[in-house]
T-cell receptor, first 112, second 114 residues
Framework: KNQVEQSPQSLIILEGKNCTLQ??????????LRWYKQDTGRGPVSLTI?????NTKSNGRYTATLDADTKQSSLHITASQLSDSASYIC???????????FGTGTRLQVFP | GAGVSQTPSNKVTEKGKYVELRCDPI?????LYWYRQSLGQGPEFLIY????????DSGLPNDRFFAVRPEGSVSTLKIQRTERGDSAVYLC????????????FGPGTRLTVL
């Protein structure tokens, strides 16, 4: 069964600190992996997208990594800001279908 | 240009009623997706349109749910005989051509069935 699992479920950090969110997937055959940021009450916004051949991609203070062999991805946030407080969702797609498979997200809270 | 818009932003209805949720995708995007998101969960796929046709409707939970996109732009998600379990945020997304393109999400419609 195609699944996407994220950890931790929630995370609290202090402003200025770094953090890393994890994503494990069992989707096959793999097409691409995306990280989305979803603010409360808003739709998700794409941060990064990586295909099989890419193992890292950055978007400002966000850096995503992908290990297609172990089917793991991480999202690293550097020098966190209060505005980083949101849910971060890992999304994987397969060549077999146009559907995206969403993880349940990691709820990040950044405190001053 | 404008992003994906959804109306209404909030809808409260009574059990058994009929509701329509509207999505205006980004102009020129041929792919349109509907998702349902319950509190604390990731979005759950409902249906995917490529142009005017439903390319994949396998996520619709039952025959009370139906969606149309008659002219290949605006889409309407229709729910008949609403049940309390239908309460959720209904998200719409569009992308330029298909699933390999970035999906741009609307703000969602929060549906509450009393």
């Amino acid at each position: 069964k195609n699944q996407v699992e994220q950890s931790p479920q929630s995370l609290i950090i202090l402003e200025g600190k770094n953090c890393t969110l994890q994503c494990n997937y069992t989707v096959s055959p793999f097409s691409n992996l995306r990280w989305y940021k979803q603010d409360t009450g808003r739709g998700p916004v794409s941060l990064t997208i990586m295909t099989f051949s890419e193992n890292t991609k950055s978007n400002g203070r966000y850096t995503a990594t992908l290990d297609a062999d172990t089917k793991q991805s991480s999202l690293h946030i550097t020098a966190s800001q209060l505005s980083d407080s949101a849910s971060y969702i890992c999304v994987v797609s397969s060549y077999n279908t146009d559907k995206l498979i969403f993880g349940t997200g990691t709820r990040l809270q950044v405190f001053p | 240009g404008a992003g994906v818009s959804q109306t209404p932003s909030n809808k409260v209805t009574e059990k058994g009623k009929y509701v329509e949720l509207r999505c205006d995708p980004i102009s020129g995007h041929t792919a349109l997706y509907w998702y349902r998101q319950s509190l604390g969960q990731g979005p759950e796929f409902l249906i995917y349109f490529q142009g005017t046709g439903a390319a994949d409707d396998s996520g619709l939970p039952n025959d009370r749910f139906f969606a149309v996109r008659p002219e290949g732009s605006v889409s309407t998600l229709k729910i008949q005989r609403t049940e309390r379990g239908d309460s959720a945020v209904y998200l719409c997304a569009s992308s330029y051509q298909g699933s390999t393109d970035t999906q741009y999400f609307g703000p969602g419609t929060r549906l509450t069935v009393l």
